[in-house]
């Protein structure tokens, strides 16, 4: 498999990693809301907030990936899609097919089965999702900062090792907490667009077990990619990193 496939200029895999899975998704979850209001003459709670944080969601990814680029180096290209994975099957399939149409269940489920929140339910779901996004985007961010301007001065102050290979491997700040810390968030946030549903049914939670089931998958396949990379360096770095995705999970 190709690593970067192109026609001419234009860079196949990267155009496809975000930019339809996320606009096809914003824009189910927004019809979706519209299917509730039609029926119901006004939005849920839970819709309101399923749709209002998956659409954060897909903004921030697009953000981070496009707009970004006219101040530094976009973070989507710092990921191992972008830098390891080949360009195949998964990536093709996943990032355009996937996304747009098993991401939307909750939405989907709650145009047609709606769902009233107390407000101290509201309280938590809201809390629980600012949890989540706070340590992807701080982890995510201070990553890519940490790689493209390691005299940044906001990442300045990290410690890190250096390997063999001529990275550098944070050992402080979030990703010196947790390996991959940033899945911790991203499930968290999952969490959050699924408990709006309420607990009647299970089809709206297929996503948390699935994506519970990717995101340990990838750190399985990252930790096996890094070891390779890095060989004694990332055995090193696990030696001060003991944890993995949660702060509590060691080796």
């Not at 930019?19 to 189910?28: A, D, E, N, Y």
């Not at 093709?92 to 939307?104: D, K, L, R, T």
Request: charged content about 20%.
């Amino acid at each position: 498999r190709e690593l970067n496939p192109r026609i001419g200029s234009f860079d196949i895999k990267y155009f496809i990693e975000l930019r339809p899975g996320l606009f096809s998704w914003t824009i189910i979850n927004i019809a979706m809301a519209a299917k509730q209001y039609q029926d119901l003459g006004n939005l849920t709670m839970g819709m309101f907030l399923v749709t209002l944080f998956q659409v954060w969601y897909c903004a921030d990814g697009i953000f981070n990936e496009v707009c970004i680029e006219l101040i530094i180096q976009p973070a989507v290209l710092t990921t191992l899609d972008i830098t390891m994975d080949g360009f195949g099957w998964m990536l093709s399939f996943g990032n355009i097919s996937w996304v747009a149409f098993m991401y939307p269940l909750q939405t989907r489920y709650l145009a047609l089965h709606p769902v009233h929140l107390s407000w101290l339910q509201i309280i938590g779901i809201v809390s629980l999702k600012a949890i989540g996004f706070a340590i992807f985007r701080g982890a995510n961010n201070e990553k890519n900062i940490f790689r493209t301007n390691p005299d940044d001065p906001k990442v300045k102050h990290l410690k890190y090792i250096s390997t063999k290979a001529g990275s550098r491997l944070i050992t402080s700040g979030w990703w010196g907490r947790a390996r991959h810390i940033n899945y911790l968030g991203d499930f968290l946030m999952s969490c959050a667009w699924c408990l709006p549903c309420g607990f009647d049914d299970i089809f709206p939670y297929f996503y948390l077990v699935y994506f519970a089931v990717l995101l340990v998958h990838r750190e399985l396949r990252d930790e096996a990619k890094c070891q390779k990379k890095y060989g004694k360096d990332w055995t090193r770095y696990c030696e001060i990193v003991k944890w993995r995705i949660i702060p509590v999970l060691p080796d």
